[in-house]
């Protein structure tokens, strides 16, 4: 919230809309929100900042085009299957600099890359998104295409095959089994 904080003042029209937890949620998740809702009243954005609770799976497709960007700013993601459904409904990225997606997206093509530990450039990001078509349009076409083509069940079935078959999987087994 803090990256988005900073970027509001820039953008009276931007709004924040977070999805926090399940139907029923947990206590570490209601501690969650209680956080979230502290932090929106600490920078003075609550009008701006929007929960809309659990989100079934068959209107998430909806929800991701609805928005004019995604932003995954954990401050560390092992992977980042949200983003990567984001991505793939056509919605410009950003993703954490911490984790696994990091590794496989090509900042600036398929998405942005930003450290949410550096609240600034992460503002800086989502205003750079918001302000040039061109880029969140390129963001959007690569980001469906290297989405839907590397995270697609066959294409996930197709590279867990070729690493078994591969002698980096059976050199790393043999050792396993010494």
């Not at 995604?70 to 992977?79: D, I, K, T």
């Not at 954490?96 to 530990?117: E, M, N, Q, R, Y």
């Not at 079935?157 to 059976?170: C, H, R, Y």
Request: with cysteine; net charge negative; glycine share 6%.
């Amino acid at each position: 919230m803090d990256g988005f904080s900073i970027f509001a003042k820039r953008d009276p029209d931007a709004h924040l809309y977070l999805a926090v937890g399940h139907e029923e949620r947990s206590e570490t998740e209601e501690a969650i929100y209680s956080d979230l809702i502290e932090r929106a009243e600490k920078y003075g954005i609550t009008d701006r900042v929007h929960f809309t609770g659990y989100i079934p799976d068959d209107m998430m497709a909806d929800c991701y085009r609805a928005a004019d960007i995604f932003v995954l700013s954990s401050r560390y993601e092992p992977f980042g299957m949200t983003a990567v459904e984001a991505m793939a409904c056509g919605t410009p990225t950003i993703v954490t600099a911490h984790g696994g997606l990091c590794k496989v997206i090509k900042d600036g093509i398929h998405g942005l890359k930003s450290d949410p530990f550096e609240p600034e450039d992460l503002a800086m990001d989502m205003h750079t998104i918001l302000k040039h078509d061109a880029l969140a349009y390129l963001l959007s076409s690569e980001g469906s295409r290297v989405a839907r083509g590397k995270f697609s069940w066959t294409e996930i079935v197709n590279q867990l095959i070729e690493f078994v078959e591969s002698n980096d999987f059976k050199e790393s087994r043999s050792t396993v089994l010494n």
